[in-house]
């Protein structure tokens, strides 16, 4: 029995040393397996000698052996629950938050380079007395074409072919389409109100056409209007200058040149000295010098006429641009697509 006994006390003492020296719980599950475990463990190994002893020894045994087997598994939770404290604290404070510290900011959007240059724009045009008016994207042809000058014959409508909706009136003669241009505005604002006008009208615009650089389907236009007694070609020349400077600097030349619009007459494009070359020919204006940033001209009279002006008594000048052209020009971008790509490393240049 003696021999017994003496394993017995002989694993309690390794193994409760041997636990003191544990530091993380793969190491303790080890420790369980080696001396605690069914099949391998050295104290169920012993146990298994107890039914051999003599009947006299087996009850001293059998005590020292639960003694042994209650210490190691007391000594054990004990351990573990030392162990999972000390990985709790460590977690705790690997996850510590300094609550005084500042808060993280939330990255903010900005506006749209379009939406700031439509801003602008409108900024420009304030000072000298305009006021901006919207109207709505989805138009009667009536005010899209017909009104401007545009029959259904006319072959300016190949120009402006747009996206139709299938609804018509009651008489089925104005069929409805998404505007091709804010110029619709120009008739509902001489029918609902008596000269003097100056109005800007912003909005989006649709296009049936084929995209590439400078071409987009979907995009925006500012429409310019102003009716009065006296207006002449010379105010709008005064007007379009003005504004150029103000967006591309008080050294910029102007150019018009004659240009045909079927709702106005004289047409002409503008155009500015191009701001990288001082009008020597570069890159950016195909070498001529020059930059077209819009078209106007004087509001063609049969127009005044169909809204009930008397064309002998008002004059007028309506003016049209794009945002995003003029965006272009001042930013150098080469790709109007760039601006509904809806990529965040371009939108966020601005």
Same mark, same amino acid.
Request: proline share 6%; charged share 30%.
């Given at each position: 029995?003696?021999?017994?006994?003496?394993?017995?006390?002989?694993?309690?003492?390794?193994?409760?040393?041997?636990?003191?020296?544990?530091?993380?719980?793969?190491?303790?599950?080890?420790?369980?397996?080696?001396?605690?475990?069914?099949?391998?463990?050295?104290?169920?190994?012993?146990?298994?000698?107890?039914?051999?002893?003599?009947?006299?020894?087996?009850?001293?045994?059998?005590?020292?052996?639960?003694?042994?087997?209650?210490?190691?598994?007391?000594?054990?939770?004990?351990?573990?629950?030392?162990?999972?404290? #000390?990985?709790?604290?460590?977690? *705790?404070? @690997?996850? !510590?938050?300094?609550?005084?510290? /500042?808060? +993280? &900011? %939330?990255?903010?959007?900005?506006?749209?380079?379009?939406?700031?240059?439509?801003?602008?724009?409108?900024?420009?045009?304030?000072?000298?007395?305009?006021?901006?008016?919207?109207?709505?994207?989805?138009?009667?042809?009536?005010?899209?074409?017909?009104?401007?000058?545009?029959?259904?014959?006319?072959?300016?409508?190949?120009?402006?072919?747009?996206?139709?909706?299938?609804?018509?009136?009651?008489?089925?003669?104005?069929?409805?389409?998404?505007?091709?241009?804010?110029?619709?505005?120009?008739?509902?604002?001489?029918?609902?109100?008596?000269?003097?006008?100056?109005?800007?009208?912003?909005?989006?615009?649709?296009?049936?056409?084929?995209?590439?650089?400078?071409?987009?389907?979907?995009?925006?236009?500012?429409?310019?209007?102003?009716?009065?007694?006296?207006?002449?070609? #010379?105010?709008?020349?005064?007007? *379009?200058? @003005?504004? !150029?400077?103000?967006?591309?600097? /008080?050294? +910029? &030349? %102007?150019?018009?040149?004659?240009?045909?619009?079927?709702?106005?007459?004289?047409?002409?494009?503008?155009?500015?000295?191009?701001?990288?070359?001082?009008?020597?020919?570069?890159?950016?204006?195909?070498?001529?010098?020059?930059?077209?940033?819009?078209?106007?001209?004087?509001?063609?009279?049969?127009?005044?006429?169909?809204?009930?002006?008397?064309?002998?008594?008002?004059?007028?000048?309506?003016?049209?641009?794009?945002?995003?052209?003029?965006?272009?020009?001042?930013?150098?971008?080469?790709?109007?697509?760039?601006?509904?790509?809806?990529?965040?490393?371009?939108?966020?240049?601005?």
């Amino acid at each position: 029995m003696s021999t017994l006994t003496d394993e017995l006390t002989d694993v309690e003492s390794s193994a409760l040393a041997e636990l003191e020296r544990i530091s993380d719980r793969d190491a303790l599950e080890e420790w369980r397996v080696t001396w605690q475990g069914r099949r391998q463990g050295r104290l169920p190994k012993l146990l298994e000698q107890l039914p051999t002893l003599p009947i006299e020894d087996r009850r001293e045994a059998g005590q020292l052996a639960n003694r042994v087997r209650t210490a190691l598994e007391n000594a054990y939770e004990e351990r573990r629950a030392v162990l999972e404290h #000390a990985s709790v604290s460590q977690r *705790l404070s @690997a996850e !510590a938050i300094d609550v005084t510290l /500042p808060g +993280r &900011r %939330v990255p903010a959007g900005g506006l749209h380079p379009t939406t700031q240059t439509l801003r602008e724009i409108i900024d420009a045009f304030k000072p000298m007395g305009f006021t901006v008016v919207e109207g709505p994207e989805v138009e009667w042809d009536y005010y899209n074409f017909e009104a401007l000058n545009i029959p259904a014959d006319h072959p300016a409508r190949d120009q402006w072919d747009t996206l139709w909706l299938d609804i018509e009136d009651d008489d089925g003669k104005r069929p409805l389409l998404l505007r091709t241009h804010t110029s619709p505005m120009q008739v509902r604002i001489m029918e609902a109100q008596e000269p003097p006008i100056r109005v800007l009208v912003p909005g989006r615009v649709f296009r049936h056409e084929a995209t590439d650089a400078s071409h987009e389907s979907v995009f925006f236009q500012v429409e310019g209007l102003a009716i009065d007694r006296g207006i002449t070609f #010379a105010d709008l020349k005064g007007t *379009l200058y @003005a504004f !150029a400077r103000r967006m591309f600097g /008080p050294d +910029r &030349r %102007v150019r018009f040149r004659c240009d045909f619009f079927p709702f106005v007459e004289p047409g002409v494009d503008m155009a500015i000295d191009c701001f990288a070359c001082k009008g020597n020919g570069c890159r950016v204006c195909s070498q001529s010098g020059w930059l077209e940033i819009m078209g106007a001209g004087m509001v063609h009279p049969k127009i005044l006429q169909r809204v009930g002006y008397d064309p002998d008594e008002y004059t007028g000048f309506a003016f049209g641009m794009g945002p995003e052209r003029i965006a272009m020009l001042r930013h150098g971008i080469d790709d109007i697509r760039h601006f509904y790509a809806n990529d965040l490393n371009f939108l966020e240049q601005f």
